[in-house]
């Protein structure tokens, strides 16, 4: 007797949606992911390819073997401080190996991966330990100060029992100072040997500690359903909300990433998006660990050293943000850079202005392809074919996504050409808002059987199936693909003592495509006494510089509703009026 297979495996599933006719032809429709952890992949990985690079670090190897080894050791420790099935673990830090080594160490120990972003300051860290109650931290010297304060703010019953501690340098080879290979204003950061901070009601270890561990390890007891990771994304109210994302929605949208873009075990990528962020995590790290590849790891963006890696590494894939491009691009030292080595460029977050797109093409034969995602849908929900990509345009919908416009109001779908909310369901789809359920139920609703997630973007599709974004129901503000949520950096600036009321908006820029602006009412005695610059000082000490506010204006009052609500939309569409017109 033959086993049917899933409708998820079917290979004509979509056929009846417009993008059908444009469909990569050595693509499948859908695919059924491996039924196993994140952590089988690197197992996998490392049997077959134990002495490939698995990580390149300012030129030094990190191989399949090691990678294995020091994950199975971290696990080990955790496993020895406690840490048991389902426990949430915070990992702070920028891109380097280490991430990767936490991140499948908290997988090996059945444990929930929180990824904190580290521009967060200690004013926001607080929450990420208190939300998830989390009571063991994973975090780089650089960035465990402030998240010991943070600690050391909440109370006794929600702090901190353990925090393990790494140094970027640990990673680099001795000889990495010498020479250009670290451009000159990251020396001093990632070369200082930071003390090790104080946790008031915690132990603080040192990651030789961890990655020394003799302790056993615990047995591997988590599958595809259960809890992976909890990346906290924000919204038009109230606090960063993590999202509930399981093995098995990762697992698909690596896999998927890997078949779309022609991934095999012989891609190198240029992995400098932030493995914080869910688009860096998925397309960058899982999707590298899944196939065997080597990811040469950039702990954060510098035009100059990205150029130098992909000409010195041969780098084949690179996913970014269009900035990036934009920035590498207008280098002075450019045409010292070989990329020729380049097979696939793309990313979202942003559109990919046309005369850059159209320089990429001409000049190295390669099509930038754009994709589109939340954090709700472990990075791409949609995705340009790499051979048809239409410029400024989020793609069609990905491997195993079904995604209609429909109205934001009846959820009716609405016909070709006409604008509506995006809503997608598919195997990547996150599983709810955690400790959320209000906020979980109101994003979802049913449809032919199937369980549609609201995105709140507004968009339209062409008669080829491509989705095109138009507006936001959200108030979210885009500023070089970072999500900057206007109410999560009002109910910071609202801490400010001169603040009286504040509402904060997105404006046209040049490079970043948005920027964040503040409008501000001035407490009656502050006014004369503080100005619009110490506004702007005084919120990039209290909040992650992309959140920060680069334009502050003050004004006598604002407008609001009948209701007594700030008519934000009113503020925006007039600083957008005036930047036309300017």
Not at 13 to 39: F, I, K, N
Not at 406 to 435: H, N, R
Not at 543 to 562: D, N, T
Request: aromatic share 8%; charged share 20%.
């Amino acid at each position: 007797m033959t086993a049917a297979l899933p409708e998820a495996r079917g290979a004509r599933v979509g056929d009846d949606r417009p993008h059908a006719a444009v469909w990569p032809p050595r693509v499948p429709r859908a695919l059924r992911p491996p039924q196993t952890s994140l952590w089988f992949n690197l197992e996998v990985s490392a049997r077959r390819y134990p002495d490939k690079p698995a990580t390149v670090f300012f030129d030094r190897v990190m191989t399949y073997a090691e990678l294995q080894h020091q994950a199975e050791r971290v696990a080990a420790w955790l496993a020895a401080r406690g840490v048991r099935k389902g426990d949430r673990v915070i990992l702070l830090s920028q891109n380097c190996p280490q991430f990767i080594v936490a991140y499948y160490g908290i997988v090996r120990a059945n444990a929930v991966v929180v990824p904190v972003n580290p521009m967060n300051k200690a004013d926001e860290l607080g929450h990420y330990i208190t939300d998830p109650q989390a009571r063991v931290a994973i975090a780089a010297a650089d960035l465990a100060p402030a998240l010991c304060a943070a600690d050391a703010a909440l109370p006794p019953e929600q702090r901190l029992r353990d925090l393990l501690v790494l140094h970027y340098h640990d990673a680099m080879p001795p000889d990495a100072f010498e020479g250009e290979a670290v451009p000159a204003a990251w020396r001093d950061w990632l070369r200082t040997r930071h003390p090790l901070p104080v946790l008031t009601h915690g132990r603080v270890a040192d990651w030789a500690e961890a990655v020394g561990c003799p302790a056993p390890l615990p047995p591997h007891e988590v599958g595809p359903d259960d809890l992976a990771v909890l990346p906290y994304t924000s919204g038009t109210t109230g606090l960063p909300k993590g999202c509930m994302h399981p093995h098995r929605t990762l697992m698909h949208n690596a896999v998927a990433a890997a078949v779309w873009t022609n991934g095999t075990a012989e891609n190198v990528g240029l992995l400098v998006v932030p493995m914080f962020h869910i688009t860096g995590m998925v397309a960058g790290m899982h999707t590298s660990v899944y196939l065997g590849a080597t990811a040469v790891v950039m702990p954060r963006w510098d035009r100059d050293l990205a150029g130098r890696l992909i000409s010195r590494w041969k780098v084949t894939h690179w996913t970014n943000i269009p900035t990036m491009v934009i920035d590498l691009l207008a280098s002075p030292h450019f045409e010292r850079y070989d990329l020729s080595s380049l097979v696939f460029i793309g990313g979202g977050g942003a559109a990919m202005p046309a005369a850059v797109a159209q320089r990429l093409q001409d000049q190295f034969g390669l099509r930038y392809v754009e994709g589109y995602g939340l954090t709700e849908t472990a990075a791409p929900s949609h995705h340009n074919p790499p051979d048809r990509p239409k410029p400024q345009c989020l793609g069609v919908p990905f491997i195993g996504c079904d995604a209609r416009i429909v109205d934001p109001d009846t959820l009716q779908e609405l016909p070709v050409g006409q604008a509506g909310e995006i809503v997608v369901s598919g195997p990547m789809v996150f599983d709810g808002y955690w400790q959320h359920p209000e906020a979980t139920a109101a994003v979802f609703f049913e449809r032919d059987g199937k369980r549609f997630f609201r995105t709140g973007d507004l968009g339209r599709m062409d008669e080829e199936g491509y989705f095109f974004i138009t507006d936001r129901l959200k108030r979210m503000i885009n500023a070089s693909g970072y999500k900057v949520w206007p109410a999560e950096v009002e109910a910071l600036m609202f801490r400010h003592p001169a603040i009286a009321e504040a509402c904060v908006i997105g404006v046209p820029d040049a490079y970043r495509g948005e920027t964040v602006k503040a409008v501000v009412v001035l407490r009656h005695e502050a006014r004369g006494r503080v100005s619009e610059a110490d506004i702007i000082a005084w919120c990039h000490e209290h909040m992650a510089a992309y959140k920060a506010p680069r334009i502050v204006e003050f004004v006598e009052a604002l407008p609001k509703s009948g209701s007594g609500k700030v008519m934000w939309r009113l503020l925006q569409e007039a600083a957008r009026g005036a930047a036309s017109a300017a």
